[in-house]
């Protein structure tokens, strides 16, 4: 047994590759085949807050919440052009002013909100009513309903991350409006957080909740915050990440929800961490703090509020160079790729 060698003439192929592409067909062994490592269209970037703030103000200026049903503005990767920041993963800046609602819905992707302006506003998910302050994050999970109101007398504005380019592409997706603007709200506020907000406590009285994503909706960033800095006065952290907390669903360990996975850190003063990547994306919220990461080779300068984006297998390293602590939120793609038995992770060399 060996290799076979056919010597053909250009012309035959050329015939043959144009009857293939008359019966849409490819011949696989021309090209688009399996490359060694990830590669990703998608490019390291920075959204500025000083860029995106006074965009989602003019928004609310020119377009209302009945013309909208989101007043969102979805952040895009210079080379997935009216895409998503990440190819799985969407981040957005939305935005609610005094008074408005963002009407009741429901839909097959997963969704958070991490609060970055306006302490008051709520949203209510399944009926229950989860408050919002600067840092805090709230989930909206997979069919679950919910809508948002801003009863404060200043805008209202968050970073939403959802897992909709991904269901898309797995051709899954499903959406419903409520049949009214917005839900009754029902058991007494934050019932979630009441229930299984206090880490391995849960109501004894009820059955644990059948679904697989976190039965917590809410996590406050004060509670976080004190979590990060127990940690960084007790432990040296990771050598990758600084002080690294996942927010976690709380009956199981894992991650918030199936398909994303949601993390909170702290860059103490001068710290400067490893380079390491993953099979996975990542966006990225500065909560607090200035400082930059190295992705890929290129510098991301980030300050207060800013969003930046890491493609996947790509290195990255954090610097916060400033003396005071940084605090990074950040969500990422990583339960989808374990579930398939293709995540995998690696330290740079040297």
Same mark, same amino acid.
């Not at 644990?208 to 996590?219: F, K, M, N, Q, V």
């Given at each position: 047994?060996?290799?076979?060698?056919?010597?053909?003439?250009?012309?035959?192929?050329?015939?043959?590759?144009?009857?293939?592409?008359?019966?849409?067909?490819?011949?696989?062994?021309?090209?688009?085949?399996?490359?060694?490592?990830?590669?990703?269209?998608?490019?390291?970037?920075?959204?500025?807050?000083?860029?995106?703030?006074?965009?989602?103000?003019?928004?609310?200026?020119?377009?209302?919440?009945?013309?909208?049903?989101?007043?969102?503005?979805?952040?895009?990767?210079?080379?997935?052009?009216?895409?998503?920041?990440?190819?799985?993963?969407?981040?957005?800046?939305?935005?609610?002013?005094?008074?408005?609602?963002?009407?009741?819905?429901?839909?097959? %992707?997963?969704? *958070?909100?991490?609060?970055?302006?306006? $302490? &008051? !506003?709520?949203?209510?998910?399944?009926? +229950?009513?989860?408050?919002?302050?600067?840092?805090?994050?709230?989930?909206?999970?997979?069919?679950?309903?919910?809508?948002?109101?801003?009863?404060?007398?200043?805008?209202?504005?968050?970073?939403?991350?959802?897992?909709?380019?991904?269901?898309?592409?797995?051709?899954?997706?499903?959406?419903?409006?409520?049949?009214?603007?917005?839900?009754?709200?029902?058991?007494?506020?934050?019932?979630?957080?009441?229930?299984?907000?206090?880490?391995?406590?849960?109501?004894?009285?009820?059955?644990?909740?059948?679904?697989?994503?976190?039965?917590?909706?809410?996590?406050?960033?004060?509670?976080?915050?004190?979590?990060?800095?127990?940690?960084?006065?007790?432990?040296?952290?990771?050598?990758?990440? %600084?002080?690294? *907390?996942?927010?976690?669903?709380?009956? $199981? &360990? !894992?991650?918030?929800?199936?398909?994303? +996975?949601?993390?909170?850190?702290?860059?103490?003063?001068?710290?400067?961490?490893?380079?390491?990547?993953?099979?996975?994306?990542?966006?990225?919220?500065?909560?607090?703090?200035?400082?930059?990461?190295?992705?890929?080779?290129?510098?991301?300068?980030?300050?207060?509020?800013?969003?930046?984006?890491?493609?996947?297998?790509?290195?990255?390293?954090?610097?916060?160079?400033?003396?005071?602590?940084?605090?990074?939120?950040?969500?990422?793609?990583?339960?989808?790729?374990?579930?398939?038995?293709?995540?995998?992770?690696?330290?740079?060399?040297?």
């Amino acid at each position: 047994m060996k290799l076979s060698d056919i010597k053909s003439s250009e012309a035959e192929l050329q015939d043959y590759y144009a009857q293939l592409r008359s019966q849409h067909i490819t011949p696989a062994w021309i090209g688009g085949g399996i490359t060694r490592e990830p590669e990703s269209k998608a490019v390291p970037w920075v959204w500025h807050w000083r860029d995106l703030r006074p965009q989602a103000m003019r928004a609310a200026q020119l377009v209302g919440t009945e013309q909208a049903e989101r007043r969102v503005l979805r952040l895009t990767n210079p080379e997935l052009p009216g895409q998503s920041a990440s190819n799985t993963m969407v981040a957005n800046i939305q935005i609610v002013m005094p008074g408005e609602i963002a009407r009741a819905h429901r839909h097959s %992707g997963s969704a *958070l909100r991490l609060i970055i302006e306006g $302490t &008051g !506003g709520y949203t209510v998910v399944n009926g +229950a009513r989860l408050p919002m302050a600067p840092g805090d994050l709230v989930l909206t999970p997979n069919w679950t309903w919910h809508d948002h109101a801003n009863d404060t007398d200043g805008p209202v504005i968050w970073l939403d991350g959802l897992d909709t380019p991904l269901v898309r592409m797995l051709e899954a997706g499903f959406y419903e409006e409520y049949y009214k603007e917005t839900q009754t709200i029902g058991e007494g506020a934050n019932s979630s957080f009441a229930k299984y907000g206090d880490g391995g406590l849960r109501p004894a009285w009820e059955a644990a909740p059948a679904t697989r994503y976190s039965p917590l909706w809410h996590y406050p960033m004060s509670q976080a915050r004190a979590a990060l800095e127990r940690l960084a006065a007790e432990r040296s952290g990771s050598p990758f990440d %600084g002080i690294i *907390l996942e927010y976690t669903n709380p009956l $199981t &360990g !894992g991650s918030a929800m199936p398909t994303i +996975a949601c993390f909170v850190q702290m860059l103490r003063a001068g710290e400067r961490t490893q380079a390491h990547r993953g099979v996975c994306r990542t966006n990225y919220h500065v909560i607090e703090g200035r400082g930059y990461s190295i992705v890929g080779g290129t510098r991301l300068d980030w300050e207060d509020k800013d969003v930046f984006t890491v493609p996947t297998w790509t290195f990255r390293e954090h610097v916060n160079d400033s003396d005071r602590p940084a605090f990074l939120f950040s969500f990422t793609d990583a339960p989808v790729m374990k579930a398939l038995d293709l995540y995998r992770e690696e330290a740079k060399a040297g």
